[in-house]
């Protein structure tokens, strides 16, 4: 069992930056897979970006490609996600992840652990 905690979000204005921590505790001596997804109100839970036990390797939505940086600490068993240039379109809930196996997914359904998720508000 894995219990992924959030940190890191809040409000900030359209153009700023946040970055959201995730604390990975529990059965952490597995290997496994770490994503983002978030969800704004009315909406289904998108894929924002994941990264793979060997991090060299990243996935990251469209829509955030090129603002939004993932990476990890494996030692602590941590994942990061550190976003620039927030728009008030990236207005949502953030969720951490964890999938049991080394490969990421895009796909929920395809993690086997989650957070309660963070708010994370952008101002216009």
């Known amino acids: 069992q894995v219990q992924p905690v959030e940190s890191g979000g809040g409000l900030v204005q359209a153009g700023g930056s946040l970055r959201l921590s995730c604390a990975a505790s529990?059965?952490?001596?597995?290997?496994?897979?770490m994503a983002w997804f978030r969800q704004a109100p009315g909406k289904e839970r998108e894929f924002v970006a994941a990264?793979?036990?060997?991090?060299?390797?990243?996935y990251y939505a469209d829509s955030v490609k090129g603002r939004f940086t993932i990476s990890r600490d494996n030692a602590r068993n941590t994942l990061y996600l550190e976003m620039n240039s927030l728009k008030p379109e990236d207005t949502a809930v953030y969720y951490c992840?964890?999938?049991?196996?080394?490969?990421?997914?895009?796909?929920?359904?395809?993690?086997?652990?989650w957070g309660q998720g963070t708010q994370v508000t952008v101002s216009s």
């Open positions: 992840a964890v999938r049991d196996s080394v490969r990421a997914s895009y796909t929920p359904s395809d993690y086997d652990y």
């Open positions: 529990g059965r952490t001596s597995s290997k496994y897979a």
């Open positions: 990264v793979t036990w060997i991090s060299a390797i990243t």
